[in-house]
C-alpha cells in the first residue's frame, strides 16, 4: 500500500533553515508529481510546492518562492523540501502527498515551528 513518512521538522529560530525528507513507498515513484502543503493552527491546509516526474518542472506558492526549494531523488524513493530564511509564518504541519487519480495519499505530517 502507499506510504508516505516525512521527516526534519524541528524549531528553528527566524532566518534559519530546515530541510524536510518524504519517503515513499508501495508506488512507483517515477511515474507520480509530488508534493508538499502545509495546515497552520485554525487555517485550510496550502499547496506549498510541486515537482513533476523530472525535476526541471517545479511549482511553489507565492509566499515561498525564492526561499523554498522542493526537490526529488528517483532512486531513494524520496521527495524532499529545502526551506529558506524561515519565517514566523511558515509555523505550520507540512504533509507530503502523493495523487494516483482518484485518491489523494498523505503522510502523516512533520511540525514546523518558527519562534525566536
Known amino acids: 500500500q502507499v506510504r508516505?513518512?516525512?521527516s526534519g521538522g524541528g524549531l528553528?529560530?527566524?532566518?534559519g533553515s530546515l530541510r524536510l525528507s518524504?519517503?515513499?513507498s508501495g508506488f512507483t515513484f517515477?511515474?507520480?508529481s509530488m508534493?508538499?502543503?502545509?495546515?497552520?493552527?485554525?487555517?485550510e491546509r496550502e499547496l506549498v510546492a510541486a515537482i513533476g516526474t523530472t525535476v526541471a518542472s517545479?511549482?511553489?506558492a507565492d509566499s515561498v518562492r525564492g526561499r523554498f526549494t522542493i526537490s526529488r531523488d528517483n532512486a531513494k524513493n524520496t521527495v524532499f523540501l529545502q526551506m529558506n530564511s524561515l519565517k514566523p509564518e511558515d509555523t505550520a504541519v507540512y504533509y507530503c502527498?502523493?495523487?494516483r487519480a482518484p485518491i489523494d495519499y498523505w503522510g502523516r505530517g512533520t511540525?514546523?515551528?518558527v519562534s525566536s
Do not use: D, M, S
Open 4 to 6: 508516505l513518512v516525512e
Open 12 to 15: 528553528v529560530q527566524p532566518g
Open 22 to 24: 518524504c519517503a515513499a
Open 30 to 32: 517515477t511515474l507520480y
Open 35 to 43: 508534493k508538499w502543503y502545509r495546515q497552520a493552527p485554525g487555517k
Open 58 to 60: 517545479t511549482i511553489y
Open 97 to 99: 502527498n502523493v495523487r
Open 111 to 113: 511540525q514546523v515551528t
